[in-house]
Nanobody
Framework: VQLQASGGGLVQAGDSLRLSCAAS????????MGWFRQAPGKEREFVSGITWSSITSYADSVKGRFTMSRDNSKNTMYLQMNSLKPEDTAVYYC?????????????????????WGQGTQVTVSS
């Protein structure tokens, strides 16, 4: 199993970035997928999630600025991040969870995810 996150970088406040996460080794189209982030000195937190049929959920802090999507034919998911703020600076991780995680409303709990990517750094300067 592998999750490969990419697309991070150094941008200025107000800019946009698009993160990607390529999956392999499991049935991607059947899994709930999530993005988490961890800022320096803080705990890792839920950012967004998407079901196998593209129903999305977002943390309040990114709602209206971030858009998550997936392409099951390419085993890849995306996070379009617009209007970036310095407080969005973090390492962003993609993760995969069994469908029951979503169905039991536990998708914001990182301990319910089965597979994790290595993370990609996003730095937003003011």
């Amino acid at each position: 199993v592998q999750l490969q996150a990419s697309g991070g970088g150094l941008v200025q406040a107000g800019d946009s970035l698009r993160l990607s996460c390529a999956a392999s080794g499991f049935t991607f189209s059947s899994y709930y997928m999530g993005w988490f982030r961890q800022a320096p000195g803080k705990e890792r937190e839920f950012v967004s999630g998407i079901t196998w049929s593209s129903i999305t959920s977002y943390a309040d802090s990114v709602k209206g600025r971030f858009t998550m999507s997936r392409d099951n034919s390419k085993n890849t998911m995306y996070l379009q991040m617009n209007s970036l703020k310095p407080e969005d600076t973090a390492v962003y991780y993609c993760a995969a969870a069994d469908a029951r995680t979503y169905l039991s409303a536990n998708y914001k709990r990182q301990d319910k995810y089965d597979y994790w990517g290595q993370g990609t750094q996003v730095t937003v300067s003011s």
